[in-house]
C-alpha cells in the first residue's frame, strides 16, 4: 500500500566471494558493493565468555531493539523528509569521493586472462580487451552513502568524516586478489615486486605474475620492467599509476584513521 517513488536497496552479509562469481558478476554488470569487516580472531577468553553468557538469540534481540530505535529517531527527527542542500557540501570531500568512484570503476572490471604459452623467462598470457564501466553511477552511489553516513551522525551536509567508509568500499568491492595487492600495495609506498605479490596472494610466481599484469591493464598500476625475476634479472615491479596516487597521501590516511609517522625535527648544525 506504498504510493510514490521509492528507492529500495538490499543490505545483507556473505562469506568472501570466490573468483568464479566475481567474474561472473563483473561479465554480467557488478551492482554491488562491500565493506569487509576484517573482525579480530577472538581471544581464548573472549571466546569463554561468549558461550557462558548471552545466547544467540538474546543478542539478536538487543541488536534488533537498538537498530530499531536508531531508526525510529532518525525518522521522528526528519518528519517531513529531507531536502538535501547539495551546494552546501564540502566540494572538496565531493571530489575524493569522484577520485574513488574512478579508482573502482577500474578496479572491478571483469578481465579474462588465460595462458596462452609458456616461453622461456616466463609465461605468456592472452586476455580479453577489460570492459571498464563509466564511474557516472559510482559516483552517485557514493555518493547517496556518504550523505547517509552524515544523516545517521546528525548532520545534513557532507563533511570529510563521511569519506572514510566510501574509501573502503571502494577498495573492497572487488575481487579479493586486487583488494589485497591494492591494500598492501598502498601500505608499501604505491610500489610492490613480484616476490611481495607472492607472498601477500600466498600463491605462485605465475599467479602473482598474471595478477600483476591485470592490474596494468586496468590502468591501476604500471610495471616498471619487462622481466620475470630470472637468473641474473631483477624482479618485475608494479607501481600505482600517477592519477592514483592521492591515495598515497597524508590526507588519505588521516580519512581512514591510519597513524601518521612523526615529523622529524631538522638538526641544528653549529657549535655546542
Not at 602473482?208 to 599484469?213: F, P, Q, Y
Amino acid at each position: 500500500h506504498y504510493v510514490g517513488e521509492y528507492l529500495f536497496m538490499m543490505f545483507a552479509a556473505s562469506t568472501p566471494l570466490p573468483p568464479k562469481v566475481w567474474k561472473l558478476m563483473g561479465n554480467f554488470g557488478s551492482r554491488l558493493f562491500f565493506y569487509n569487516t576484517n573482525a579480530r580472531v577472538k581471544s581464548e577468553d573472549e571466546l569463554v565468555q561468549q558461550v557462558l553468557g548471552s545466547t544467540h538469540k538474546q543478542k539478536e534481540l538487543v541488536c534488533r531493539d537498538i537498530t530499531e530505535r536508531f531508526l525510529q529517531t532518525l525518522w521522528f527527527s526528519y518528519k517531513d523528509g529531507i531536502e538535501w542542500d547539495r551546494a552546501s557540501d564540502d566540494e572538496s570531500a565531493v571530489r575524493i569521493i569522484a577520485r574513488c568512484a574512478l579508482l573502482l570503476s577500474r578496479l572491478r572490471a571483469p578481465m579474462n586472462v588465460w595462458r596462452d604459452r609458456s616461453v622461456e623467462d616466463g609465461t605468456e598470457y592472452s586476455y580479453n580487451s577489460p570492459n571498464i564501466e563509466m564511474p557516472n553511477r559510482i559516483n552517485q552511489l557514493f555518493y547517496n552513502i556518504a550523505r547517509g553516513h552524515a544523516i545517521a551522525a546528525g548532520r545534513t551536509k557532507i563533511n570529510f568524516d563521511d569519506l572514510k567508509p566510501i574509501i573502503e568500499i571502494a577498495f573492497d568491492s572487488t575481487a579479493s586478489s586486487r583488494s589485497m595487492i591494492l591494500r598492501n600495495l598502498i601500505e608499501c609506498g604505491g610500489k610492490m615486486s613480484t616476490s611481495e605479490v607472492e607472498r601477500v596472494l600466498d600463491q605462485t610466481k605465475p599467479t602473482a605474475l598474471k595478477e600483476m599484469e591485470i592490474l596494468r591493464l586496468l590502468k591501476v598500476c604500471r610495471i616498471s620492467q619487462d622481466s620475470y625475476g630470472g637468473v641474473g634479472e631483477p624482479e618485475k615491479e608494479i607501481h600505482l599509476k600517477e592519477d592514483l596516487q592521492w591515495f598515497l597521501s597524508d590526507e588519505c590516511k588521516r580519512i581512514r584513521g591510519i597513524p601518521l609517522p612523526p615529523k622529524q625535527e631538522p638538526l641544528l648544525g653549529g657549535d655546542g
